[in-house]
């Protein structure tokens, strides 16, 4: 069966400080991953997502990155946060096309101090 | 691009009443609907979807009915209860693109 794991759950991290959120799929190949942040508990907000390795499209311009360096690995990466980094963030992937269900990571709560 | 307008932002219920949350989308190729159920500090989870080929669909006490013509979808919860407050989101997808887009959640307060 498949299944999806993301680390770390939780992270305090200073402003300006760099960042490294990685997330990895079992049992599948070839997946859609997928990068989504959620502020103050409610809409999933689209970051990146990436179709093949190192295929990534952006969603929204900002200071955030993310790469897939193999198939099944999505890493979302900062040089430099910001106190508006803080928030939720999820990992997810569907099996190769966008219009099947999703499958989320167990999410990170990033707070940047 | 797809846009999903998702109605109330917040729904409050006493236990046992029904529940009813609404989604709007804007592309007519469109053809995969789901519903997540996400509870506090946790990741959201398939809860129902609904394919274009179907009307309605139902699964114990929630249902979800798509109307392709005005395009628009709903999630029924019947015979609510404290375990269902959660936050609710629609989402649609069409096979020309690689990402589901969501609505902005509904917040469901079931009180006892």
């Known amino acids: 069966s498949q299944t999806i794991h993301q680390w770390p759950a939780t992270l305090v991290q200073p402003v300006g400080s760099p960042l490294s959120l990685e997330c990895t799929v079992e049992g599948t190949s070839n997946p859609n991953l997928y990068w989504y942040r959620q502020a103050a508990g409610r809409g999933l907000q689209l970051l990146f997502y990436s179709v093949g390795i190192g295929q990534i499209s952006s969603e929204v311009p900002q200071n955030l990155s993310a790469s897939r360096p193999q198939d099944r690995q999505f890493i979302l990466s900062s040089k430099k946060l910001l106190l508006s980094d803080s928030g939720f963030y999820l990992c997810?992937?569907?099996?190769?096309?966008?219009?099947?269900?999703?499958?989320f990571g167990q999410g990170t709560r990033l707070t940047v101090v | 691009g797809e846009n999903v307008e998702q109605h109330p932002s917040t729904l409050s219920v006493q236990e046992g009443d029904s529940a009813v949350i609404k989604c709007t989308y804007s592309?007519?190729?469109?053809?995969?609907f789901p519903w997540y159920k996400q509870e506090l500090g946790k990741r959201p989870q398939l809860i129902i979807d609904?394919?274009?080929?179907?009307g309605e669909k139902k699964d114990q006490r929630i249902a979800v009915t798509l109307n392709k013509t005005a395009k628009h979808f709903s999630l029924h919860i019947t015979e609510t209860q404290p375990e269902d407050s959660a936050v609710y989101f629609c989402?649609?997808?069409?096979?020309?693109?690689?990402?589901?887009?969501f609505g902005k959640g509904t917040m469901l307060l079931v009180s006892p």
């Open positions: 989402a649609a997808a069409n096979p020309g693109y690689s990402t589901l887009t």
């Open positions: 997810a992937w569907t099996p190769g096309q966008g219009n099947t269900e999703a499958f």
């Open positions: 609904i394919r274009s080929n179907v």
């Open positions: 592309d007519s190729a469109s053809n995969y």
